[in-house]
């Protein structure tokens, strides 16, 4: 069984940083596209940034120029390092991965936990 396991929330004040991690771990044959969403309290979870193999990362224009996503393949790990933190960034943020499972020859894709990120003074 595939499970994606995320660390590094928690609380921060305004322009500070925080960095989220997003372990894939079960029978793994290879990850794909890597990324993250938040979802606020009644709304859609929208993306917030991505990477996938040999493509370069993509940001939502609400938080470019503030984030690095980066991925550690060995690992099946996806980093999301936040700068520059603002209130409004404050919701629950979740990885998502789509990969192959060894001897399935399907690409499925998983979500993480959520981890919790407070932005506060």
């Known amino acids: 069984q595939v499970q994606l396991v995320e660390s590094g929330g928690g609380l921060v004040q305004p322009g500070g940083s925080l960095r989220l991690s997003c372990a894939a771990t079960?029978?793994?044959?290879?990850?794909?596209?890597m990324g993250w969403y938040r979802q606020a309290p009644g709304k859609q979870r929208e993306l917030v940034a991505s990477?996938?193999?040999?493509?370069?990362?993509n940001y939502a224009d609400s938080m470019k120029g503030r984030l690095t996503i980066s991925r550690d393949n060995a690992k099946n790990t996806i980093y999301l390092q936040m700068n520059i933190l603002k209130l409004e960034d404050t919701t629950v943020y979740y990885c998502?991965?789509?990969?192959?499972?060894?001897?399935?020859?399907?690409?499925?894709?998983?979500w993480g936990q959520g981890t919790q990120v407070t932005v506060s003074s």
């Open positions: 998502n991965e789509g990969l192959l499972e060894q001897f399935d020859l399907l690409l499925k894709h998983y």
């Open positions: 079960g029978r793994i044959f290879r990850v794909y596209d």
């Open positions: 990477i996938t193999s040999g493509v370069t990362p």
